[in-house]
T-cell receptor, first 114, second 112 residues
Framework: SQTIHQWPATLVQPVGSPLSLECTVEGTSNPNLYWYRQAAGRGLQLLFYSVGIGQISSEVPQNLSASRPQDRQFILSSKKLLLSDSGFYLC?????????????FGAGTRLSVL | ELKVEQNPLFLSMQEGKNYTIYCNYS?????LYWYRQDPGKSLESLFV?????AVKQEGRLMASLDTKARLSTLHITAAVHDLSATYFCAVDPTSGTYKYIFGTGTRLKVLA
């Protein structure tokens, strides 16, 4: 069966510090991968998605970047965090093809920028 | 601008009562998803609706899709406390990339 791992679960970082969040998927190959952010009490905002290694699409101009160095690894980064980067970050994956279009979410990383 | 709107945003209901959450979207799509999120937790997939007229049921929850009206409903029957959570609908408006647009969410509280 497929599983998705996200870490760390919680992170407190000072303004101006770098960020690296990692997400890995097991039990499937060539998944679509996604990074979302959820502000407190709000809905989900799609930040990045990837349909293959090295293929990253950015949805919202911001202080963040994403990379996919391996088929099942998706990394969210920032060189200098802003206060507004605080939130709940969720990684998700879906299969390829219309019949595999459900997105499955990781446990999330709660980021507080102080 | 693509919009997915849910109402109500907040819902407090007594155990045993019935209620419906509505999800309206502004773009053409024949794929709609419902998720549940418990406080501080991730999202759990509830229903996948892939065509006009699709109806799915799981326990006390039933979801339906009307693509012509661009409307999905999540009906709760005889609510119990364990259903307390935030419910999100999501629409995939772009064929092939599965880029969901999430609704605003409905925070449901079932009172014992």
């Amino acid at each position: 069966s497929q599983t998705i791992h996200q870490w760390p679960a919680t992170l407190v970082q000072p303004v101006g510090s770098p960020l690296s969040l990692e997400c890995t998927v097991e039990g499937t190959s060539n998944p679509n991968l996604y990074w979302y952010r959820q502000a407190a009490g709000r809905g989900l905002q799609l930040l990045f998605y990837s349909v293959g290694i090295g293929q990253i699409s950015s949805e919202v101009p911001q202080n963040l970047s994403a990379s996919r160095p391996q088929d099942r690894q998706f990394i969210l980064s920032s060189k200098k965090l802003l206060l507004s980067d605080s939130g709940f970050y969720l990684c998700a994956w879906s299969g390829q093809g219309v019949s595999k279009n459900i997105q499955y979410f990781g446990a999330g990383t709660r980021l507080s920028v102080l | 601008e693509l919009k997915v709107e849910q109402n109500p945003l907040f819902l407090s209901m007594q155990e045993g009562k019935n209620y419906t959450i509505y999800c309206n979207y502004s773009t053409t799509s024949d794929r709609l998803y419902w998720y549940r999120q418990d406080p501080g937790k991730s999202l759990e997939s509830l229903f996948v609706l892939l065509s006009n007229g699709a109806v799915k049921q799981e326990g006390r929850l039933m979801a339906s899709l009307d693509t012509k009206a661009r409307l999905s409903t999540l009906h709760i029957t005889a609510a119990v406390h364990d259903l307390s959570a935030t419910y999100f609908c999501a629409v995939d408006p772009t064929s092939g990339t599965y880029k969901y647009i999430f609704g605003t969410g409905t925070r449901l509280k079932v009172l014992a």
